[in-house]
């Protein structure tokens, strides 16, 4: 009976170990959710003055009938092109950065609580 006591007790200060860690792993990602949150809402800022930028560039030169309009437009098509691609650049690299971080806040908190389990703590 002694030895059924004791693991019970080894199994439920492992459960709380292991709950704790989950709570941790919880918080640590509702952050990473309001910051990805906050680098969307700067995002859709910086989207908004790509957009700017690109009804400029394709406006700048409508109605120019010559070799230099040609050139300019070319360097406007450029321009709206660049301002694209980096409008995408920046989506995926804040969708590869909110995975990362999601991805290190699982592996520390199998490491903490395995660790917190075995008593490698």
């Known amino acids: 009976l002694q030895q059924e006591v004791t693991e019970r007790a080894k199994e439920q200060r492992r459960q709380h170990a292991a709950d704790e860690e ?3 792993a919880d918080e640590e990602l509702a952050k990473i959710q309001a910051d990805a949150d906050a680098a969307e809402r700067a995002r859709g800022g910086l989207q908004q003055q790509l ?4 009804r400029q560039l ?5 109605g120019r009938l010559s070799a230099l309009a040609a050139a300019g437009q070319a360097k406007a098509e450029t321009g709206i092109l660049l301002a694209q691609l980096l409008g995408e650049a920046d ?6 950065a909110k995975e990362a971080d999601e991805r290190y806040v699982a592996g ?14």
Request: proline share 0%; with cysteine; charged share 30%.
């Open 22 to 24: 989950r709570k941790r």
């Open 51 to 54: 957009a700017a930028v690109q």
């Open 58 to 62: 394709a406006g700048s030169e409508t």
């Open 91 to 96: 989506d995926l690299a804040g969708k590869f």
């Open 108 to 121: 520390s908190t199998c490491e903490r609580t395995w660790d917190k389990v075995t008593g490698q703590n």
